[in-house]
């Protein structure tokens, strides 16, 4: 007898229920496999721990062991070093400290994800009431999804806790910060971490300014459709307090400024011609004004708005950008070192505002950079390095170059020269890799670094492909007129 009921005739049926059959073999193997992994990175982690013993500055030592033993494993396993050593913190956490959890997830009771919220839940636990705490959060997860259990747990945390909530809270604000995650198509995301209230307060802020500007457009566009007047192409919206984002559609990807003046209005005086923004495009183009426009001072009791020695830093980015985008003849990305792409049109715009410029000269055929202009030599081997290495020469690691340290392939102690082809750029970090654990590294032509690893494993660093390649040319017609030439 067959059913048609629902999607799929019984032997659909028959053959889903094999399909979670075989699921379930899955994810028996997979667990499997995830608690051997954890075990095998807290051992990776008692391992460092034994390197350092009996070193004069233990503390140093077993942090130079765990980077080796890490960037050794982030070979195997394809990752960052960074993130190795930190998934062998959080295993040797796990088994450590949380042996009911293990052995819960060893027996099939629970599944990785709800490890993961017992762990991130639990450190605010103290030591004399963990087990207590794993045993409560271990029946609480028993049949349920990890991510609806997590606020149960936390609450639960809370109360075993034996210091306060208020005071966790003034030692935790003391660690807000700021930082940017790169992301694609030249976009970036801005996290700020802030305590909770600040954070909802600013967006409270950010909505409430966003739905006055939407409200405003909206009294602007009915005006105007009761006046028959017609708009013209232009953007700008003004905001409360004469405030205004400007350049913010979408064809602009939201480029915003606080002069409100600088608008395109309409026959009508409108300055809100085709701006349909969403509300969190109006939102992110005054947050952009508010951070960019403003001129903070130094003093936070200040209560005027001039500029104050705050408002006078500027930011510093190293962009390298082909001559033919900066002329407009190609669309192609700029390279935001050590980053992501950035759009033409950004690189164009940063170009138009720079005081200075580097002009490299590479090699016409493999494009290689050979020399930087420049009446400083020493200036201008550190603009090479730069222009050639554009990040951290560690396997793995994408630390723009601006922020790490040149390195002497071959130690100048030893006799290495202080010259191109023995110098490349480290971050802190993989400096410290390379002087500190049995890792190696000697430099061939171009640029390119050989990595041997404690254990003999060979990885090949080549320096990042040049944005820019020349090719050759025939010599320009001395008679032709200026117009003529070629730009370059």
Request: aromatic content about 4%; charged content about 25%.
């Given at each position: 007898?067959?059913s048609?009921s629902?999607?799929?005739?019984?032997?659909?049926?028959d053959?889903?229920?094999?399909?979670?059959?075989d699921?379930e073999?899955?994810?028996?193997?997979?667990?499997a496999?995830?608690?051997?992994?954890?075990?095998?990175?807290?051992a990776?982690?008692?391992?460092?721990?034994?390197?350092?013993?009996?070193?004069?500055?233990?503390?140093?030592?077993?942090?130079?062991?765990?980077?080796?033993?890490?960037?050794?494993?982030?070979?195997?396993?394809?990752?960052?070093d960074?993130?190795?050593?930190?998934?062998i913190?959080?295993?040797?956490?796990?088994v450590?400290n949380?042996?009911?959890?293990?052995?819960?997830?060893?027996?099939?009771r629970?599944?990785?994800?709800?490890?993961?919220?017992?762990?991130?839940?639990?450190?605010?636990v103290?030591v004399?009431?963990?087990?207590?705490?794993?045993?409560?959060?271990?029946?609480?997860?028993?049949?349920?999804?990890?991510?609806?259990?997590?606020?149960?747990?936390?609450?639960?945390?809370?109360?075993?806790?034996p210091?306060?909530?208020?005071?966790?809270?003034?030692?935790?604000?003391?660690?807000?910060?700021v930082?940017?995650?790169?992301?694609?198509?030249g976009m970036s995301?801005?996290?700020?971490?802030?305590?909770?209230?600040?954070?909802?307060?600013i967006?409270d802020?950010l909505?409430r300014?966003?739905?006055?500007?939407?409200?405003?457009?909206?009294?602007a566009?009915?005006?105007?459709?009761?006046?028959g007047?017609?708009?013209?192409?232009?953007?700008?919206t003004?905001?409360a307090?004469?405030?205004?984002?400007?350049?913010?559609?979408?064809?602009?990807?939201?480029?915003?400024?606080?002069?409100?003046?600088?608008?395109?209005?309409?026959?009508d005086g409108s300055?809100?011609?085709?701006?349909?923004?969403?509300?969190d495009?109006?939102?992110?183009?005054?947050f952009?004004?508010?951070?960019?426009?403003?001129?903070?001072?130094l003093?936070?009791t200040?209560?005027?708005?001039?500029?104050?020695?705050?408002?006078?830093?500027?930011a510093?980015?190293?962009?390298?950008?082909?001559?033919?985008?900066?002329?407009?003849?190609d669309?192609?990305?700029?390279?935001?070192?050590?980053?992501?792409?950035?759009?033409?049109?950004?690189?164009?715009e940063?170009?138009?505002?720079?005081?200075?410029?580097d002009?490299?000269?590479?090699h016409p055929?493999?494009g290689?950079?050979?020399?930087?202009d420049?009446?400083?030599?020493?200036?201008?081997m550190?603009?090479l390095?730069?222009?050639?290495d554009?990040?951290?020469?560690?396997p793995?690691?994408?630390?723009?170059?601006?922020?790490c340290?040149?390195?002497?392939?071959?130690?100048?102690a030893?006799?290495?020269?202080?010259?191109?082809?023995?110098?490349a750029?480290?971050?802190?970090?993989?400096?410290?890799?390379?002087h500190?654990t049995?890792w190696?590294v000697?430099?061939?032509?171009?640029?390119?670094?050989?990595?041997?690893?404690?254990?003999?494993r060979?990885?090949?660093e080549?320096?990042?492909?040049?944005?820019?390649?020349?090719?050759?040319?025939?010599?320009?017609?001395?008679?032709a007129p200026?117009?003529?030439?070629?730009?370059?």
């Amino acid at each position: 007898m067959h059913s048609n009921s629902g999607i799929g005739s019984d032997d659909d049926v028959d053959v889903l229920a094999q399909l979670v059959a075989d699921a379930e073999g899955v994810a028996d193997a997979a667990r499997a496999a995830q608690v051997r992994e954890v075990h095998l990175l807290a051992a990776a982690g008692r391992l460092a721990e034994s390197q350092s013993a009996g070193a004069s500055e233990k503390v140093k030592a077993r942090e130079m062991a765990l980077r080796g033993i890490a960037a050794e494993l982030a070979g195997v396993f394809v990752a960052t070093d960074r993130t190795l050593q930190r998934r062998i913190d959080e295993a040797r956490d796990l088994v450590e400290n949380y042996p009911v959890t293990m052995a819960a997830w060893e027996g099939g009771r629970i599944v990785r994800g709800h490890v993961r919220v017992i762990q991130e839940v639990g450190c605010i636990v103290p030591v004399t009431e963990r087990a207590e705490f794993e045993r409560i959060a271990v029946e609480r997860c028993e049949g349920e999804r990890p991510n609806r259990v997590l606020e149960a747990l936390r609450m639960i945390a809370e109360r075993m806790h034996p210091r306060s909530f208020t005071e966790r809270h003034e030692e935790a604000a003391a660690g807000r910060c700021v930082w940017v995650r790169p992301g694609a198509d030249g976009m970036s995301e801005l996290i700020a971490t802030l305590p909770t209230v600040i954070a909802d307060g600013i967006v409270d802020r950010l909505t409430r300014q966003a739905r006055e500007i939407i409200n405003a457009r909206a009294q602007a566009d009915a005006a105007g459709a009761e006046s028959g007047g017609t708009e013209a192409a232009g953007t700008g919206t003004p905001a409360a307090g004469g405030v205004g984002t400007l350049l913010g559609n979408d064809a602009t990807g939201g480029a915003a400024t606080l002069d409100g003046r600088a608008g395109s209005p309409d026959a009508d005086g409108s300055a809100f011609v085709d701006d349909a923004r969403t509300i969190d495009q109006v939102r992110a183009d005054v947050f952009s004004d508010l951070l960019l426009a403003g001129t903070p001072a130094l003093d936070p009791t200040a209560t005027g708005d001039g500029n104050g020695s705050l408002g006078a830093i500027r930011a510093h980015v190293q962009v390298a950008v082909s001559a033919l985008t900066l002329m407009g003849r190609d669309e192609g990305p700029a390279d935001l070192a050590g980053r992501s792409p950035i759009d033409a049109a950004t690189a164009r715009e940063l170009a138009g505002n720079s005081t200075s410029w580097d002009r490299l000269l590479t090699h016409p055929v493999t494009g290689t950079v050979l020399e930087c202009d420049s009446y400083r030599p020493t200036s201008a081997m550190v603009r090479l390095l730069r222009a050639r290495d554009r990040h951290c020469r560690f396997p793995g690691c994408r630390q723009p170059a601006i922020r790490c340290e040149l390195d002497h392939t071959i130690a100048a102690a030893h006799g290495g020269p202080t010259r191109v082809r023995n110098l490349a750029h480290l971050c802190k970090r993989h400096h410290d890799v390379k002087h500190h654990t049995r890792w190696r590294v000697r430099q061939l032509a171009g640029g390119t670094l050989v990595w041997t690893s404690p254990t003999g494993r060979i990885y090949r660093e080549d320096a990042p492909p040049p944005l820019v390649a020349f090719a050759t040319a025939d010599p320009p017609d001395p008679g032709a007129p200026p117009s003529e030439q070629p730009p370059f």
